[in-house]
């Protein structure tokens, strides 16, 4: 029944140990893709992680294209500030891949126009913030995830 977290060339160590803790602490598998904005040896990596790490289900990608090759039947849904449809209309299902960018970007452009379809977001209510933390928007999608997928 787990999740899939995937994060595309995520920049900030802090948040990938935070979201690494999460996986494991939910039962999702945790899928990194390549370029990082760290070493994985990172120190900051490890401390928001803690010693959780070494159990943690985790898949390394060189780049977007492996992942995609060798993900090519998974469902997939890709998060973006740029969505059309709320987070909560996701139809999540057993083996769901959770999609995320970068935090400075976000998912690039050709994926956004690519899986238009599939595309959702996290509704914010100022006009003075542009995004969430990563860490805390990946939090938000697994545990809607499993409470859907457990009611």
């Known amino acids: 029944m787990p999740l899939n977290i995937v994060l595309i060339e995520p920049e900030i ?26 070493e ?4 900051r ?19 977007v294209e492996e992942f995609f090759s060798k993900n090519l039947n998974g469902k997939m849904v890709f998060l973006s500030s740029h969505g059309k449809k709320n987070h909560w209309d996701i139809p999540f299902e057993d ?10 970007i976000g998912l690039p452009k050709h ?11 996290i509704p914010l209510y100022s006009e003075h ?4 933390n990563l860490a805390n928007a990946v939090s938000i999608l697994v545990y809607e995830g499993l409470r859907q997928l457990n009611s």
């Open 13 to 38: 160590p802090n948040n990938t140990g935070n979201i690494g803790r999460l996986a494991l602490a939910s039962g999702a598998n945790l899928h990194l893709v390549k370029p990082f904005g760290f």
């Open 40 to 43: 994985i040896d990172d120190t």
């Open 45 to 63: 990596l490890k401390r928001a992680g803690l010693d959780y790490w070494q159990h943690l289900p985790v898949t390394y990608y060189e780049n």
């Open 95 to 104: 083996n769901l891949f959770l999609v995320f960018g970068k935090e400075s």
């Open 111 to 121: 994926l956004l126009e690519k899986h238009s379809k599939n595309l959702y977001k």
């Open 129 to 132: 913030v542009r995004s969430l």
